[in-house]
C-alpha cells in the first residue's frame, strides 16, 4: 500500500504572509506571530524585568502589529518595523507602572564613547546587570547601546532633553561597569 504525504506549504516568504495577513488571514498572522515573537519578546524583556509583563507588552505589542498592518509601507525591514512598535509597547507599559524616573542632574561628558564595555561574562548575566539599573538608565542605555538610537530620538521618544539622555547614558554605563568589575573580581577570586 502506497502511503501519501501530503506537505502543504502555506506561505513562502514573508512578504506574502504580510500580504494575507493584511486581508486578516487568520494563518499568516499567526506565522508572522510565530517568526517574530522569540526576538520580540527579547526586546520587550530589555526593558521590562518581570517576563511575564514583558510578555504582555509584547503581545499588546502584536495586537498593534496587525491593528496597523495596512500603515507599513515595505520600506525598511519589517522586522524592523516591528520592533520600534515592541520598544515604544515596553515604554508605554513601563511609564503605566510609573517606573521610569530620569534624574535631572546634568553630568559635563568630555567625550561620546563607544560600547568600551569589557568583560568575559555571559549574555545573561549582563542582562541581569542591566535589570538592576534605574530604570531611566536602564531604557536609555538599552534604546542606545543595544537598540540603537541616536540621543535626539530618546530624547523625543522619552519626552526628555538631549542632554538628560547623555547623561543618564553615562551614568548607566559607570554603573554598569563597576557592577561588571566588581563581578569579574569576586569571579576570579580577588576581594
Same mark, same amino acid.
Given at each position: ?20 495577513? %493584511?486581508?486578516?488571514?487568520? *494563518? ?14 527579547? %526586546? ?10 514583558? *510578555? *504582555?507588552?509584547?503581545?499588546? +505589542? ?12 515595505? !520600506? ?30 546634568? %553630568? ?8 568600551? $564595555?569589557?568583560?568575559?561574562? !555571559?549574555?545573561?548575566?549582563?542582562? /541581569? ?6 530604570? +531611566? ?6 534604546? &542606545?547601546? $543595544?537598540?540603537? &538610537? ?11 532633553? *538631549? ?14 561597569? /563597576? ?8 569571579? &576570579?577570586?580577588?576581594?
Amino acid at each position: 500500500m502506497k502511503s501519501l504525504l501530503k506537505v502543504i506549504q502555506l506561505f513562502k516568504n514573508e512578504n506574502t504572509l504580510i500580504e494575507k495577513a %493584511v486581508k486578516d488571514n487568520r *494563518e499568516a498572522q499567526h506565522a508572522l506571530f510565530e517568526m517574530h515573537a522569540p526576538k520580540m519578546l527579547s %526586546v520587550c524583556r530589555y526593558y521590562i524585568k518581570d517576563l511575564q509583563h514583558a *510578555e *504582555e507588552a509584547m503581545l499588546n +505589542g502584536f495586537y498593534k502589529v496587525f491593528s496597523n498592518l495596512k500603515s507599513f509601507k515595505g !520600506e525598511g525591514s519589517f522586522e524592523g518595523w516591528i520592533r520600534r512598535i515592541m520598544v515604544r509597547e515596553s515604554i508605554s507599559f513601563l511609564r503605566k507602572q510609573k517606573q521610569i524616573e530620569f534624574s535631572m542632574e546634568t %553630568v559635563e561628558i568630555e567625550h561620546d564613547f563607544t560600547n568600551n $564595555i569589557e568583560t568575559e561574562i !555571559e549574555v545573561a548575566e549582563i542582562q /541581569q546587570l542591566i535589570d538592576t539599573l534605574p530604570e +531611566g538608565y536602564k531604557v536609555v542605555f538599552v534604546m &542606545y547601546a $543595544i537598540e540603537g &538610537y541616536k540621543h535626539h530620538e530618546i530624547a523625543e521618544a522619552l519626552n526628555i532633553t *538631549e542632554g538628560t539622555s547623555k547623561s543618564q547614558l553615562f551614568k548607566a554605563r559607570n554603573m554598569l561597569q /563597576q557592577k561588571i568589575n566588581d563581578l569579574n573580581k569576586t569571579s &576570579y577570586g580577588t576581594p
